[in-house]
Nanobody
Framework: VQLQASGGGLVQTGGSLRISCVASERTFSSGFMGWFRQAPGKEREFVAG????????RYSESVKGRFTVSRENAKNTIYLQMNSLKPEDTAVYYC??????????????????WGQGTQVTVSS
């Protein structure tokens, strides 16, 4: 299974950006897909995710209220709509997937699949 992320770019503070992730197969129909990010010199951190079965979403506190994760089942695709972007949101964003939901969804260790990452840069 491959995860292909796209849509990153450069945006000003306060702006918006949407990134996407396409899964090559319907491996995650009972599982979970989401996003992590890693800024230079920092550890990788969970951003947001969504369960395919019921659409339940999870967010980190740092993005709650600004970011929205959604899915499009027919296209095996998830999206991350990012609004009110801040310079501290600058990072490489990685798409992740797991075939079965795990309660430790915020831990990078539980994910079976990772995309290649897409750069998001927020200028001040």
């Amino acid at each position: 299974v491959q995860l292909q992320a796209s849509g990153g770019g450069l945006v000003q503070t306060g702006g918006s950006l949407r990134i996407s992730c396409v899964a090559s197969e319907r491996t995650f129909s009972s599982g979970f897909m989401g996003w992590f990010r890693q800024a230079p010199g920092k550890e990788r951190e969970f951003v947001a995710g969504i369960r395919w079965t019921n659409g339940a979403t999870r967010y980190s506190e740092s993005v709650k209220g600004r970011f929205t994760v959604s899915r499009e089942n027919a296209k095996n695709t998830i999206y991350l709509q990012m609004n009110s972007l801040k310079p501290e949101d600058t990072a490489v964003y990685y798409c992740v997937g797991r075939s079965i939901y795990h309660v430790l969804y915020h831990s990078a260790d539980v994910y079976d699949y990772w995309g290649q990452g897409t750069q998001v840069t927020v200028s001040s």
